[in-house]
């Protein structure tokens, strides 16, 4: 009897915690399906990533069809490029004024179409009251140091973003959407027109109409895409003499340098400086964590190289002390024959002096290289991948 009342209890207390075990098990995968429940909810593709790249592809080149069909009408440069061109380009036309129309269709569609509408089938007021409200709530957020932080405020965007289209379903379903997005799409086609008109020969080249209406039509349809995503696809267009960051553009080579650049007016890209800090700290963000992450041969290359860093110091601070022993030994040992008295010092004075005025004339000629001009946009899903790099040429500046 003294055995068996002790068994019974642990038995009792193993099915006690046996039962508390199950139970809270059973809790955290409730959880877990409750929170897997909620990220399905709000994970909304419109578009996979391949056929984003796609459709940019093919409105990229359709602008380039129609940038090369134009490149003998230009009269001018637009002011806000012209310090990019040279002055003979338009008497000259090149590659250079090729690029020039890509650049010039490339901004008009980012500044009129991704950056001024929040969906081309709503109202064109209430359309762009939306997306002001958008670009506030990230421009006017609290700083996001951390990683976390940041994916806590492009969630807070995007299910803003979704909740809006839910509220908007009725009229983004009605009849009143496609004439909404045809209207839009005229409009765009004529202010495109105009806008290339003010800078082109007169009469307007032929097929400009209809290479304006192919490049909207495509734009247009990608345009109401990007809000129906839960991702934050960002597309954004590099002004001139903007650094480089080879992490959303791709060098371009081919164009004649820049030796006599045009009259105007360097422009800063419309979005604020706050967004433009965010929109950089996202990428330094993703250099750090590719950074930390070496591998093993890296770290032996980086100790390899502070090594030989090391042996250089002390072989140049013994080569130091040799040429200090030497001159204290010629000050000891008395003038050799034929020498100037004080000579060997004030020459290597004067040579120090001539070193270090070489290096500061070397210092000042270097120029750091920029960004001259951009010829499409760069289209990424931020804190995730870019989409497509923006094509740049560079100078120096």
Not at 68 to 75: D, G, S, V
Not at 238 to 243: A, E, G, K, L, V
Not at 314 to 327: A, D, F, L, N, P
Request: proline letters at 5%; glycine letters at 6%; charged letters at 25%.
């Amino acid at each position: 009897m003294s055995r068996t009342v002790p068994n019974d209890q642990a038995e009792d207390k193993y099915r006690k915690v046996k039962k508390y075990y199950f139970e809270k098990e059973g809790q955290v995968q409730q959880l877990q399906n409750t929170l897997a429940h909620q990220r399905l909810a709000m994970s909304r593709t419109s578009l996979d990533d391949n056929e984003y790249i796609n459709r940019f592809s093919r409105l990229d080149g359709a602008i380039n069809n129609l940038a090369f069909n134009i490149r003998r009408e230009w009269r001018s440069v637009p002011p806000w490029l012209a310090p990019a061109v040279n002055k003979d380009a338009t008497t000259n036309p090149t590659k250079e004024m090729t690029a020039v129309g890509r650049a010039c269709i490339s901004r008009w569609l980012v500044d009129e179409l991704f950056e001024r509408f929040f969906h081309p089938s709503l109202e064109p007021g209430l359309s762009t009251q939306l997306k002001i409200i958008e670009k506030n709530l990230r421009r006017f957020a609290a700083p996001t140091p951390s990683d976390e932080e940041k994916e806590g405020l492009m969630s807070k965007i995007s299910n803003w973003r979704l909740a809006t289209l839910e509220g908007l379903n009725e009229v983004l379903l009605s009849a009143s959407a496609a004439e909404n997005r045809n209207a839009l799409t005229a409009t765009l086609v004529e202010k495109m027109v105009a806008a290339l008109n003010m800078n082109l020969k007169d009469p307007a080249p032929a097929g400009l109409e209809g290479g304006v209406s192919m490049i909207v039509e495509l734009a247009v349809g990608i345009a109401a895409n990007l809000p129906l995503e839960s991702r934050d696809v960002f597309v954004e267009y590099i002004y001139p003499n903007s650094r480089i960051d080879e992490n959303v553009m791709k060098l371009e080579t081919g164009l004649p340098p820049l030796t006599n650049p045009g009259e105007g007016i360097i422009e800063e890209s419309s979005r604020s400086s706050v967004e433009r800090d965010i929109h950089a700290d996202e990428h330094d963000s993703l250099k750090e964590r590719d950074e930390d992450v070496e591998s093993p041969q890296q770290q032996k290359l980086s100790e390899k190289e502070a090594q030989q860093q090391q042996q250089q110091h002390q072989q140049g601070t013994q080569q130091q002390q040799k040429k200090k022993s030497g001159m204290f030994g010629g000050f000891m040992g008395g003038k050799k024959a034929g020498s100037v008295p004080g000579g060997s010092g004030v020459a290597a004075q004067q040579a120090q002096k001539e070193q270090l005025a070489k290096e500061q004339q070397q210092a000042k000629e270097q120029k750091e290289e920029k960004v001259r001009f951009c010829a499409f946009m760069a289209v990424e899903v931020r804190g995730r991948s870019v989409l497509m790099k923006a094509p740049v040429w560079t100078h120096a500046v």
